[in-house]
């Protein structure tokens, strides 16, 4: 498997631009989570979905901020409009079902750094 | 809600033992991960303990975990330059499988030669 591939890596914008932010989580995987990384926060947990079905998306900070996963393979999150600081990295992890045996490990995309100017 | 707590940098010198240490807040975590985050990459799990055990081995890893003072250690054993990167400590929020990691904010290790 080629692990959870996200894009873009890079997105460099303007501030009142709409951003869509993709993911593809290892196949089999039913846990989705979008991370965000800055220097000042740390890493948050933004949103996260089972089966497609959002379970907790307390950590989004705004309305400016959604997500979908319309099935299984793929998951967005977008920002609109967007701001100067919503610039951070911006992750997707996924995780194979909960059941015996499961540790709970999560596997990490590379990242998608936004710059919003 | 659940916490958790990381020194922000260290700095070894090359064949030297590393300690990052960890606290959190959630006694009810089954268990406690330490990730690995390289420059310009994502997270990766470096190794885990349950939490019904105190110590865990892993060639140059050793996981320490006090139960009773909530705290959790990693030691790289002759640490290498390779070694540097961030490392995070995490618990799973609420116990049992949720899903969900409550992640620490990052320890930077920096290995000089």
């Known amino acids: 498997d080629a692990g959870v591939i996200q894009s873009p890596r890079h997105e460099v914008t303007e501030m009142g631009q709409e951003v869509t932010l993709r993911c593809k989580p290892i196949?089999?995987?039913?846990?989705l989570f979008w991370y965000r990384q800055t220097m000042m926060r740390g890493l948050e947990l933004l949103i996260y979905f089972n089966n497609n079905v959002p379970i907790d998306d307390s950590g989004m900070p705004e309305d400016r901020f959604s997500a979908k996963m319309p099935n299984a393979s793929f998951s967005t999150l977008k920002i609109q409009p967007s701001e100067p600081r919503d610039s951070a990295v911006y992750f997707c992890?996924?995780?194979?079902?909960?059941?015996?045996?499961?540790?709970?490990?999560?596997?990490f995309g590379e990242g998608s750094r936004l710059t919003v100017l | 809600g659940e916490d958790v707590e990381q020194s922000l940098f260290l700095s070894v010198r090359e064949g030297d033992s590393s300690v990052i240490n960890c606290t959190y807040t959630?006694?009810?975590?089954?268990?406690l991960y330490w990730y690995k985050q390289e420059p310009g990459a994502g997270l990766q799990l470096l190794t885990y303990?349950?939490?019904?055990?105190d110590m865990k081995q892993d060639q140059r890893l050793t996981v320490l975990l006090n139960k009773k003072d909530k705290h959790l250690s990693l030691r790289i054993a002759d640490t290498q330059t390779g070694d540097s990167a961030i490392y995070f400590c995490a618990e799973m929020e609420g116990g049992g499988n949720t899903g969900k990691l409550i992640f620490g904010q990052g320890t930077t290790l920096q290995v000089k030669p």
């Open positions: 196949s089999g995987h039913d846990y």
């Open positions: 992890a996924s995780a194979p079902p909960a059941q015996g045996g499961n540790t709970g490990e999560l596997f």
């Open positions: 303990i349950f939490s019904n055990m």
């Open positions: 959630d006694s009810s975590s089954t268990y």
